[in-house]
């Protein structure tokens, strides 16, 4: 059959040139070979004896399995460059035919992906770990079609972050011994060649994720940076490499290392720069009240200014343990979820500084996960983390709904499970064109399910309502008119320049 669709090649033509053509939508296959000619899944050739007396003898025993595995991913190779969603899938799917485990595939599709990250990780890595333990999830189950989902969107996100994008070498590994203020101050400096060095010299030297991931959350938190990312991928490296194999801590941490020395510090913009002298201001020690907030006081949260939530963070971190603090600025961030103004996100007629969509809010979400994760193990960070998170929740407080009603009521979520295993079924067939939208369900949802079990019943009920919310609201994938009209009030044409500026 052909590997297109199906159809039967015995309906296909041969030409002079032994070229058989699958007639249905013309692919194209070299007799010889099986190549695919026009680009596309070969098909699979076979050894062919002319007897004396005049037999063809077709061997159609199977090749070895590691032959049959290398020709596959030969095709699975191709089907990335081309970001060829249906060609990953089959590819993935001829794995499981010849018996191989298909996450070989995905193995394979970090070494290909990584090197062609000019600036470093992506979401592509950071869902890859999501996705991967979405797989496992549905192996319990048994569930095939499931799991190649999973596997599918995982090389098919690394190949749309790669696609068209040229190798971009990684120096070589630094031979001296390791020193974590050295890697620090290289961050710092944004020397990502010299970071990325001291990266890969230290896993050459034996270093593994672990031992690397507390320098690196040092230096993620050390400026509230990039939407909260630099800290949220410390731990989708590991999950990533706890899945697939600390052999490839090479490329992913090197990759990692590469995005954190470009990330944003959006402590450096106006709205922010608040933010160094809000962590001067803090007391040399938390609390240890343990007593989780009551909602009135969070709810006075939502759609305060930063200045204020920084003053709460100053006030109650003299009395109450950073988990309290921590539980109520996540509720708060659930709250902006719950009340955000969907409006805005439609909205073409604004000024830059106004472009808002569901994304900007999800973050506040796993960007707590990841600070709690973070500060069980090194309780330090305790202060940025919690000062990082309230700039969170304030950062979009123009965008809410302040009308009547209260929307966790709407929201409320009266079964969790039933929740979850929609949402399961809902990500696996997504519908978005671009992988960074189901990526960012799925990590919101991998992040709420994780930090349900260390919430205050509160907080569990305001974060499942917005999560409910989040990943079943409309998004707008495209913003055409609002493109071109703040393109005309940059450069200065048309009616009204300034309106948008
Ligand atoms: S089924 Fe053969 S080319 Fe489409």
Request: some cysteine.
């Amino acid at each position: 059959r052909c590997p297109h669709e199906g159809y039967p090649l015995s309906q296909g033509t041969v030409d002079d040139a032994c070229v058989l053509t699958c007639n249905w939508h013309n692919w194209k296959f070299d007799l010889e070979t099986g190549a695919n000619t026009m680009s596309g899944d070969g098909v699979r050739t076979y050894p062919v004896e002319r007897r004396d007396d005049g037999h063809v003898w077709v061997d159609v025993s199977d090749p070895p399995q590691d032959q049959a595995a290398a020709k596959i991913l030969v095709g699975l190779r191709a089907a990335f460059d081309e970001r060829d969603h249906g060609w990953i899938a089959r590819e993935l799917a001829r794995l499981v035919e010849v018996g191989v485990d298909p996450i070989v595939g995905v193995q394979a599709a970090v070494g290909w992906c990584a090197p062609r990250l000019e600036y470093g990780m992506t979401h592509a890595f950071a869902a890859a770990a999501d996705w991967l333990a979405l797989r496992d999830h549905f192996a319990e189950s048994g569930c095939l079609e499931d799991q190649l989902i999973c596997l599918t969107e995982t090389i098919d996100h690394m190949a749309f972050d790669a696609l068209r994008e040229p190798e971009h070498p990684l120096p070589a590994a630094s031979e001296a011994p390791y020193s974590a203020d050295a890697l620090r101050e290289q961050i710092e400096r944004e020397d990502a060649d010299a970071a990325v060095a001291t990266v890969l010299g230290a896993i050459a030297a034996g270093m593994d994720h672990a031992a690397l991931a507390p320098t690196l959350a040092q230096a993620a938190l050390a400026h509230y940076n990039d939407f909260g990312h630099s800290l949220i991928y410390v731990h989708k490296t590991g999950e990533l490499l706890a899945r697939l194999g600390a052999e490839l801590a090479a490329p992913v941490l090197a990759a990692y290392v590469r995005g954190l020395c470009y990330a944003t510090r959006e402590d450096l913009i106006p709205e922010f720069r608040p933010y160094a002298r809000a962590l001067a201001k803090l007391p040399p020690a938390f609390g240890d009240a343990r007593e989780p907030c009551d909602d009135a006081e969070v709810r006075a949260l939502v759609g305060a200014s930063l200045s204020k939530v920084f003053s709460w963070v100053h006030k109650q971190a003299e009395a109450r343990a950073p988990e309290v603090l921590h539980d109520a600025l996540t509720r708060a961030c659930a709250h902006n979820i719950l009340r955000f103004d969907a409006a805005h996100a439609e909205a073409s007629d604004v000024k830059v500084a106004d472009n808002i969509g569901w994304l900007d809010f999800s973050h506040g979400l796993t960007f707590a996960s990841a600070v709690r994760r973070t500060c069980a193990a090194q309780p330090s960070l305790w202060g940025p983390a919690l000062l990082q998170m309230a700039c969170f929740v304030a950062r979009n407080r123009r965008f809410l709904d302040a009308g009547e009603g209260d929307p966790l009521a709407r929201y409320r979520v009266d079964d969790r499970q039933a929740l979850f295993a929609e949402l399961r079924a809902r990500v696996c067939d997504h519908g978005l064109p671009l992988p960074i939208h189901p990526a960012h369900w799925l990590k919101t949802m991998c992040a709420v399910e994780l930090e349900l079990p260390h919430m205050s019943p509160s907080t569990q009920e305001a974060t499942l309502a917005a999560l409910r919310r989040f990943v079943h609201a409309p998004m707008k994938l495209k913003h055409a008119r609002r493109n071109v009209h703040q393109a005309m009030a940059l450069v200065g044409v048309g009616d009204e320049p300034s309106a948008a500026r």
